[in-house]
């Protein structure tokens, strides 16, 4: 029998118009959508269908944006084929939240409200400090660690064979780069972002989002739950609380989370999100895993 896990995207997946098709066409996917633009009291699905980009990539809108696009997916998908089902979920960063509302951690609206708040706090973060991210391609997680300690940033991300994501100020982002090349790390690319995220510059929005997290109802889920945190399965609402609060500024081990997965018999992957960035970083963790990406209407088809 296969076993599989759902895959749920991160903040930098966002696309403008990305959901317009589930709410037109699913009535689930459409009740979701009603209900968070009601509980947030802004316009999600005017920045999710139609934009501006400018306001969509926003953290505040686009981490509850991902959410529900995510969760909207998923509702089609049971609505389409009542028996589908799942034995695992993960999510990258933003994601982790999606994943935990999949497997019934916290309800939707509970979800809804913590990344809201969430997304907040991270814009306001990155806002009154000035940080930036850089990634190396080609770089070992040692290797990616070194430059780290070299160029006083931090590892925020290891997404794959070869990709790690530095974060820290952007003043030192700059000389990070000459030090990875002087290292031979074959490519070091600053990124286009608004915040040193996965770092210490994000411990105002980690502080301020703890005591959301601790009001919230968690319980435990019915499928297992990988943390970006620990990339080990988190299953007692305690621990839910504080590797959701360590994420905020620790690294996301995304590659772990994934071979942890693999290891636990995981044969089938669904990556729910536009785009298929889960599913690329996938392939190349493990070129013989099986992943189908969804990010819209028609591709709910290819589930079948």
Known sequence: MKKRALLFSGQGAQAVGMGKDLYDQSKAARALYDQAEAALKFP??????????????????????LYVHGLALLAAAREQKSDFDFTAAAGLSLGEYTAHAAAGSFDFLTGLHLVHHRGRLMQEAASSTKGGMISLIGATPEQAIEVAKEAQLEAANFNCPGQVVLSGPLDLISPAVEIAK????????????????????????????????????????????I????????????????????????????????????GQGITEFVEFGPGAVLAGLLKRIDGNAVCVTVGDFAALQSLA
């Open 44 to 65: 999600l699905k005017e920045y999710s269908f139609s934009g501006p980009e400018d306001k969509l990539t926003d953290t505040s809108v686009c981490q509850p944006a």
């Open 182 to 225: 002087a290292k031979g790390i074959r490519k070091a690319i600053p990124l286009k972002v608004s915040g040193a995220y996965h770092s210490k510059l994000m411990i105002s929005a980690q502080n301020a989002l703890q005591p959301y997290l601790d009001k919230a109802e968690i319980k435990s889920p019915r499928v297992t739950v």
């Open 227 to 262: 943390a970006n945190f620990t990339a080990k399965p988190v299953s007692k609402p305690d621990e839910i609380r504080k590797t959701l609060s360590q994420q905020v500024c620790g690294s996301v081990r995304w590659e772990e989370s994934v071979r942890e997965l693999i």
